[in-house]
């Protein structure tokens, strides 16, 4: 099986892609850090790991994209686990806009080519994307975060009745995780924070399994179940409990 990890080079995207690695199968890796792809493929046995420095936000990131599947000779399997994530309670313009760059935009541009790849060519695919709990209930603390995981996980939603509409043999995956110890919260105490390489294994599961939606992990999905609950007005009341923390967001 072919498998392509778009967002690489460090966290989650970076255990997923060497659990694949280990499983014996051919594996492409991008991300922005060169230097840390080749590092994956020197530690991979030769010839099983396929790097391509890419930035998602750059206009050229599909047809990137699409080199790196003609070398691999196809593409079965791609997860995009590109992301970016900032507080941000000062509401920074460029803040926000660099997270909408690449949490929405760098993954239409990615998750457009590979659909119309997959359902034009009639071969099977299967498109994983990882989201967030935050995309369940908005975060004030990270307003462009929890807007572009919320984003993904409703277009990742019409893909999959797209690919009705079109005939094809798409299946799609929506992952959204608790907090994972990645760089994104490197430094900070939050609470049920699970291991990236936990993380991982769930992950490569819940796509073996072809899950539509899996929130990772159960202590999260509990939790998730709970949020769904509590009433908009309730929830933006509760931001009040944040005020004597908002500087340290």
């Known amino acids: 099986m072919n498998v392509i990890v778009i967002g690489a080079t460090s966290g989650i995207g970076r255990a997923v892609a060497e659990i694949y690695v280990r499983n014996g199968h051919k594996v492409g890796v991008t991300g922005r850090r060169e230097n840390l792809l080749r590092e994956i493929a020197g530690q991979a046995p030769e010839g099983t790991v396929y790097p391509k420095s890419f930035d998602v936000s750059g206009d050229d990131a599909a047809q990137r994209l699409a080199e ?34 690449v949490n929405a935009k760098g993954f239409v541009r990615c998750a457009a080519w590979l659909f119309n790849y997959w359902a034009g060519s009639g071969r099977r695919g299967h498109l994983a994307v990882i989201s967030s709990v935050a995309s369940i209930l908005p975060l004030g603390v990270c307003p462009a975060y929890s807007a572009t995981k919320k984003f993904e996980a409703f277009y990742a939603q019409t893909l999959r009745q797209l690919a009705v509409i079109r005939g094809a043999d798409i299946r799609i995956t929506v992952i959204k995780p608790g907090f994972v110890d990645t760089d994104f919260i490197q430094g900070r105490h939050f609470p049920m924070t699970i291991h990236r390489e936990n993380a991982a294994a769930m992950i490569v599961r819940a796509i073996r399994r072809g899950r539509k939606t899996v929130v990772i992990d159960r202590r999260w999905a509990a939790l998730g179940v709970l949020m769904r609950l509590i009433p908009s007005p309730l929830w933006n009341w509760g931001g009040r409990f944040f005020r004597p923390y908002k500087d340290m967001f």
């Open 68 to 101: 790196l599947v003609e070398v691999m000779g196809g593409v079965d399997v791609c997860l995009y686990s590109s992301g970016y994530g900032h507080t941000n309670t000062a509401l920074e313009p460029t803040l926000e806009l660099g997270q909408i760059d």
